[in-house]
């Protein structure tokens, strides 16, 4: 008869199984390639708290710069004023 015995259906079973984990990641070979989600969200946290030093820096940086510009607009006017009142 050409019906499938139980044996039949093991070897089967045990070849896709094979054929399977030959084809695909097993679990650990993933672990070993790709970050779990809680890697993830550490490296992504990690990265955001750089971030936010970079802008405060950035943002300091800017402030003083327009505090150094009204120095110096407060200076050229000065200036101006005294050389009129020289000349």
């Not at 070897?11 to 070993?32: C, G, Y």
């Not at 402030?63 to 000065?78: A, D, L, P």
Request: charged share 35%; glycine share 2%; hydrophobic share 35%.
């Amino acid at each position: 008869s050409n019906l499938a015995t139980k044996d039949d259906v093991k070897q089967a079973i045990s070849e896709n199984n094979h054929e399977l984990f030959r084809v695909f990641l097993t679990k650990q070979d993933a672990l070993d390639v790709f970050v779990t989600k809680d890697e993830f969200n550490e490296k992504m946290d990690n990265n955001f708290e750089l971030l936010d030093k970079i802008y405060g820096i950035v943002k300091r940086t800017d402030e003083e710069q327009t505090v150094v510009s009204q120095k110096v607009e407060n200076h050229e006017v000065r200036i101006t004023h005294i050389e009129s009142a020289i000349a």
